[in-house]
């Protein structure tokens, strides 16, 4: 084969790669991210409506343009006057997914809608809403922060990578509900998780907050397909001093079976 020909087939692979690899980033990508989610909140279905407004709301996302489009769908939707339980519950939704921008500058809609709908579920949420933001901004912080960045991982994974390192139950039982519902699948995730739950699952005297965020780590790890994570969970099941603990050990360790 000629010195051209090899050069030819070389810088081929070159350009394969280098398009592959950009696909892989874009995908990844902040931006890709926000449009996907503008694009789920404009759709034609209200169940993808309403999907997306459960994502946002326990996501961490920054984008303004996003909650600015929320905020557009609420003005509009919360105008017509319906007992339609479907679109009811849509607005409540977008009432907790505005509230997660931990914006106060979203408050004066919310209020408003809490002092004008006839709808005492959408008044319940929308006041609920309100009183959420303060701590959604605390949150934010955390979820956003930079000091958990690693390669490999999404945006999406980097916030439920810093959810588990938050420190915060609330949080840390956030992303490993995302992990045992598989909505993110990083290895290196179900790896902290494992590590935190071999660390706290042997406190005796947990609140109930803490018991359930223990149990939803033995969920993660049961859907996780990783058996390395069976020790973990056998000593779980044998050792906890919580029943509830136990009990979610020994569905975690049967999925692995």
């Known amino acids: 084969m000629s010195r051209r020909r090899i050069f030819c087939f070389f810088l081929f692979y070159v350009l394969c790669f280098c398009l592959f690899s ?20 404009n759709s034609d279905s209200i169940v993808e409506r309403i999907k997306a407004a459960k994502i946002i709301t326990r996501s961490g996302l920054t984008d303004q343009k996003i909650f600015d489009a929320i905020q557009e769908k609420l003005i509009a939707g919360t105008q017509q006057e319906t007992t339609n ?26 209020e408003k809608i809490a002092s004008t709908t006839t709808s005492s579920k959408l008044r319940k949420y929308a006041t609920q809403s309100v009183g959420l933001i303060g701590e959604y901004h605390t949150d934010r912080e955390l979820i956003n922060s ?6 490999g991982l999404s945006p999406e994974e ?10 915060k139950l609330t949080l840390q039982c956030t992303a490993a509900k995302l992990l045992a519902r598989r909505e993110i699948t ?6 902290v998780v494992n590590e935190e739950l071999k660390k706290g ?12 965020t223990m149990s939803w780590y033995c969920k993660a790890l049961g859907a996780s397909g990783n058996k390395e994570y069976q020790a973990t969970l056998q000593e779980v099941a044998e050792s906890a001093q919580n029943d509830k603990l136990k009990k979610y050990a020994r569905m975690g360790l049967s999925q692995l079976k």
């Not at 930079?146 to 390669?151: K, P, R, W």
């Open 186 to 191: 990083a290895p290196s995730l179900y790896a």
């Open 201 to 212: 699952y042997t406190l005796g005297n947990a609140d109930n907050e803490y018991i359930d």
């Open 85 to 110: 339980a479907d679109h009811i519950d849509e607005m409540s939704w977008f009432c907790k997914a505005l509230a997660s921008s931990g914006n106060f500058d979203y408050a004066p809609t919310l």
């Open 158 to 167: 980097t916030r439920a990578m810093n959810m588990l390192k938050s420190g």
């Open 22 to 41: 950009g696909n892989i980033l874009a995908q990844g990508s902040p931006a890709d991210e926000s449009e996907k989610f503008l694009s789920m909140i």
């Open 146 to 151: 930079s000091e958990n960045v690693l390669e």
